[in-house]
């Protein structure tokens, strides 16, 4: 049953929003944190795991030296400080999927802290400060079977799969967010996808929200609107949506978990500290459990793992070695590109900036690269509820579709056919162009043809044209290309009717 929700802009009235997002990042480490076993995604269940991963009575853990590497990589990208010193904890909560009922995390000493980053939401830039980013490993999955919702209520049973047990994972917390305003759910959603470009530049992740190898937790609490003169209030309760895995969802979550609170406040009541899950199809969210204290998890150093004292010479050479920062690339791309400000807004909000830079380097003009990937493409990924990197077709697909609109092998509408076909898995754009036989006519005995045809059942047209009203062409080229099934070459239709009617 959905709860009373306040209208967003008396929210804003009302309220101030502070947020703090918990952003879980798999590293794509060839093994686990501390074993072995592969990471591969999509292995058969419970294939990939060992005494380690299953916490098994005698198994020893022991660090995975990429791991670490990967974790200082982030934090210095993040303008984080890396420790000198630091070591891993006991986590301990019960949960069917942790098969050694703890988690062997880091608590009061993470690997990188204090750090920030930036985003730029309608040209307005925010910073955002960064707590501490701090290794763990992550749990197994849970597939609970014969509900309508695929969540423990109502299921018959539950099935555990333990391959993801063990894989390395990356916490990225922030400071609270403060001072964003209407704002809120928008630079939230940027921020994400600021972390997953960034990621992406580092190499550590393939960063598949879908895949659940980024995914965000998102803490909202709401505090009254000071008045004039008066201070801040101090923050609210919060409330913790657990692993949001889109972009999408993340600005939606924020959003009606801001309305959702406004309106138990403004009716006298309280809001619980609590776990929430994100329902996609209704843009609402219900309640988890109630959200634990740090000193709820008993939290110790954990005895059977080393502690962790990266040399400070490794840790510079990583900083040297960090890939071009994702505002610096922004920066760089907007003047090679040419873009006017609003079209490089539009391309930032729609997390577009890589798909666009990949399109460009595969041979595409940033022109065309937009215009595909903020259009078509973008169209196809709201229709299907995804985010626009997991649509189904690659940059180097979308520059080979323009490649072929250049040589006027097709034309924009017949590319859409082609994005059909690639989507239905029948190849690349010229595979679906050959096997669909796509290709624009330009011959000129059956466009002749076809021409004849359309001037004999306009006549009236025909008649504007031979009396200079050379507009009226359109009409006759329109009927040409619909005879043809949009594959007529349009400029040669032109030329045949300009020809014939003198």
């Known amino acids: 049953m959905s709860e009373p929700v306040l209208d967003y802009d008396e929210v804003l009235e009302r309220f101030d929003p502070v947020l703090g997002l918990e952003v879980h990042v798999e590293l794509n480490t060839a093994s686990k944190m501390f074993c072995g076993c592969s990471t591969a995604f999509g292995a058969e269940p419970n294939t990939q795991v060992c005494p380690v991963c299953l916490g098994l009575p005698g198994s020893l853990p022991v660090v995975n030296g990429t791991a670490v590497e990967s974790a200082m990589r982030i934090g210095l990208a993040l303008n984080c400080s ?219 150093p954990e005895p059977d793992l080393v502690p962790v004292a990266p040399d400070r010479e490794w840790v510079e050479r990583l900083r040297a070695g960090l890939p071009e920062a994702p505002a610096v690339r922004l920066r760089r791309v907007s003047e090679a590109w040419g873009f006017s400000e609003l079209e490089l807004r539009d391309v930032v909000n729609a997390g577009a900036v890589g798909l666009i830079e990949e399109t460009v380097t595969a041979g595409a003009s940033p022109q065309a690269a937009r215009k595909w990937w903020l259009g078509e493409l973008a169209r196809r990924a709201n229709e299907t509820g995804v985010e626009l990197d997991a649509v189904g077709v690659t940059p180097a697909q979308v520059a080979a579709v323009q490649r072929l609109i250049d040589a006027g092998t097709i034309n924009d509408k017949l590319a859409r056919q082609v994005f059909d076909g690639v989507l239905a898995g029948e190849g690349d754009p010229e595979q679906v162009v050959a096997a669909r036989g796509l290709a624009v006519v330009s011959d000129d005995g059956a466009l002749g043809a076809a021409v004849d045809e359309a001037i004999a059942a306009n006549p009236d047209v025909a008649d504007k044209i031979r009396a200079g009203k050379v507009a009226a062409a359109g009409a006759l080229i329109g009927a040409v290309m619909k005879q043809m099934r949009g594959q007529a070459d349009a400029a040669r239709v032109r030329e045949l009717i300009l020809s014939k009617l003198g």
């Open 82 to 300: 890396i420790a000198e010193w630091c070591r891993f904890a006991r986590k301990n909560y019960f949960y069917p999927d942790m098969p050694k009922n703890f988690q062997i995390s880091q608590y009061d000493e993470p690997i990188a802290y204090d750090g920030w980053t930036e985003v730029e939401v309608d040209g307005t830039s925010y910073r955002i400060g960064i707590e501490r980013a701090h290794m763990e490993e992550d749990t197994g999955k849970s597939l609970h079977v014969g509900g309508a919702t695929g969540r423990i209520h109502g299921a018959d049973h539950s099935l555990l799969d333990y391959n993801r047990a063990g894989v390395p994972l990356i916490e990225i917390v922030t400071k609270p967010i403060e001072g964003t305003g209407a704002k809120a759910p928008e630079v939230a959603r940027a921020y994400v996808a600021m972390l997953r470009d960034l990621l992406r530049g580092l190499g550590v992740s393939d960063v598949r929200m879908e895949q659940g190898s980024l995914r965000c937790d998102a803490n909202v609490s709401l505090r009254p609107r000071p008045e004039p003169g008066e201070p801040e209030a101090p923050y609210g309760t919060r409330t913790e949506t657990k692993n949001v895995n889109s972009l999408r969802s993340v600005e939606r979550a924020i959003r009606y978990e801001m309305t959702r609170q406004a309106a138990r406040l403004q009716a006298g009541q309280t809001v619980t500290q609590e776990t929430r899950h994100f329902q996609e199809n209704s843009g609402t969210t219900i309640a988890g459990r109630s959200k634990e204290q740090a000193e709820d998890y008993r939290y110790f």
